[in-house]
């Protein structure tokens, strides 16, 4: 099974309940007809917006998000182009008021250039950058922020370049996808490509470093072709949003007992009490990264199914984000179904141009090796440009030491997701052997590597292996 | 083995291998579906570079390549 296990247009058959394995909290309402007729109808469109306006109804930006899933799903025939007009309105019309004249300029000096390069790949597909579109746009944005970032500060033009590199970070991924569709088939010109540059349906989660899904040429295979598909994904993104409603208030239940009626510290703040060696139960500590591992879980994903929810609804059958991690069996397997998108985005950027290119002949070498490229150094690249700010305080190379922590994480989880590939599947018989053992296993992994999933601004790495110790009450 | 049955019958055997016997036509989406992972999509390449020499460093990868059975039947042809 995969993370878009419950995706697909599939056929419309009769429902019949088969107890206990088909008994399901929602029930699969996109495999009834009628209800697919009526959401054909323009009271089920209705009814359908109006689950959406409920839903968003304590998002800042309910008005733009619910006018733009009513215009495409009035205008079918114009979706792309109100996903290019909804993914300007953010940066240029709703962000104007909080925005310096000059933020505005150069988010379309950052537009511009990504026209640019789009254009430039599509013209001169034999030059360097037009066979490495993606290795010539990544190198070149990391070593001008290394340049820029030892640039005299104080004057305009350090400023202006910071800011510009600042914002070009925020679309790096989006630029990234439209480059790789440059040698797409069927591939949309910049105009539609621009739609792809933060979808509307991101403004859905405030919570901005969650990945985007893919680009263009995803969103083009995944599109509504007629009516009753555009009716099964808009059912489904309903659905998909009331599920997200239904763990947000798991996580609410989860959080008012862990830390309220348990009293529970935070595992942020057991580690913050851990370094200057205040004393707490070993279990106590435990306790707050079980429960950690679980928050995170439900909070990644409640937001992930808000915003394919949403993208669902505006007639793009999406797979989820997030699809039932904790079943899973095998370290790479867990990987694929917490952060979907995410992973997709490690391994079309960093996966395979390695597997496509190098250690062809020694097969296991070539997949360990694509599998590092992405779990590691590619999840490395990612986050470390998330932090522009700390960049321009600290220094390139102070904020990339004070990454050592994360560095270390994203080895062991390099390392772990490569032994699990290259390991041969064991189909153990029973419940218990073939599912709950390899979950748990899995989960366990994933739990205590969470200790050290910190970026820039974690206490050094030798407070976390001693936390961890204390957790096992190896140390006092 | 003609190049269409070859290709057919490795994708039968990667999705029955994950528990997937549901049948597929040529111009039904492996990937793109979520049927198959990028894992699997790696087996695919490993198989087109064994069986018909294709080198994706030459010509680029991309999944919507090798999506459907008549996709990769394109690519080969």
């Not at chain 1, 993370?3 to 309402?29: H, V």
């Amino acid at each position: 099974m995969s993370a878009g296990a419950d995706a697909g247009f599939g056929a419309i058959t009769p429902w019949r309940l088969r107890f206990p394995k088909d008994l399901r909290l929602i029930p699969r309402f996109e495999t009834y007809p009628s209800v697919v007729s009526f959401a054909q109808t323009v009271p089920g469109k209705l009814a359908l917006i109006a689950i959406f306006g409920v839903g968003f109804y304590s998002n800042p930006y309910w008005l733009p998000l619910l006018t733009l899933l009513v215009l495409t799903t009035a205008l079918p025939a114009y979706r792309r182009i109100l996903l290019t007009f909804g993914a300007l309105l953010w940066p240029f019309v709703i962000s104007w008021r909080v925005a310096t004249p000059s933020q505005l300029i150069d988010t379309a000096l950052v537009l511009i250039f990504a026209g640019l390069m789009f254009d430039a790949a599509i013209r001169f597909p034999h030059s360097w950058f037009g066979r490495r579109p993606i290795v010539s746009f990544l190198g070149g944005f990391g070593v001008s922020v290394l340049v820029v970032s030892y640039l005299p500060s104080g004057g305009r033009i350090h400023f202006e370049l910071w800011q510009f590199l600042t914002i070009l970070s925020l679309y790096i991924w989006f630029i990234g996808y439209s480059l790789l569709d440059c040698t797409s088939k069927g591939r949309d010109d910049f105009a539609l490509q621009l739609g792809t540059y933060e979808p509307f349906w991101m403004q859905v989660s405030l919570y901005p470093p969650l990945p985007c899904l893919k680009g263009a040429r995803y969103l083009r295979r995944i599109e509504s072709k007629d009516s009753e598909q555009l009716a099964i994904a808009q059912i489904k993104g309903a659905k998909l949003l009331v599920w997200s409603f239904v763990l947000s208030v798991l996580l609410k239940v989860l959080v008012r007992i862990v830390h309220g009626y348990l009293g529970i510290p935070t595992y942020p703040e057991m580690l913050a009490f851990s370094v200057p060696r205040v004393p707490f139960p070993w279990f106590t500590g435990l306790a707050s990264l079980i429960s950690e591992f679980l928050e995170n879980l439900l909070r990644v994903s409640v937001l992930g199914h808000r915003i394919v929810a949403c993208c669902r609804m505006a007639g793009f059958l999406a797979l989820r984000n997030t699809y039932r991690p904790l079943r899973s069996r095998s370290v790479a397997e867990f990987w694929n179904r917490y952060l979907y998108y995410f992973k997709e985005l490690l391994v079309d950027f960093f996966f395979y141009p390695t597997f496509m290119r190098y250690f062809k002949r020694w097969p296991r070498l070539r997949l360990f090796a694509a599998t590092f490229a992405a779990a590691c150094l590619g999840n490395m690249f990612f986050h470390f440009f998330l932090q522009m700010g700390d960049i321009e305080k600290f220094g390139f190379w102070k904020t990339l030491a004070g990454f050592n922590v994360f560095m270390f994480y994203t080895i062991v989880l390099a390392i772990g997701i490569g032994i699990s590939q290259l390991r041969e599947p064991q189909e153990k018989s029973g419940w218990f052997r073939g599912q709950l053992v390899p979950s748990i296993c899995v989960a366990g992994f994933f739990c205590i590597l969470r200790v050290f999933d910190y970026g820039s601004t974690s206490p050094p790495i030798q407070e976390h292996f001693r936390f961890l110790a204390h957790i096992f009450n190896l140390v006092s | 083995m003609e190049p269409k049955l070859a290709v057919r019958e490795f994708l039968q055997n990667l999705l029955a291998r994950k528990g997937d016997t549901q049948p597929f036509s040529d111009a039904d989406s492996v990937l793109a579906s979520g049927r198959l992972q990028s894992i699997d999509a790696v087996e695919i390449v490993v198989f087109l570079e064994d069986r018909f020499g294709v080198d994706f460093a030459d010509i680029g990868f991309d999944e919507e390549k090798i999506d459907t059975v008549e996709d990769i039947v394109s690519l080969i042809g």
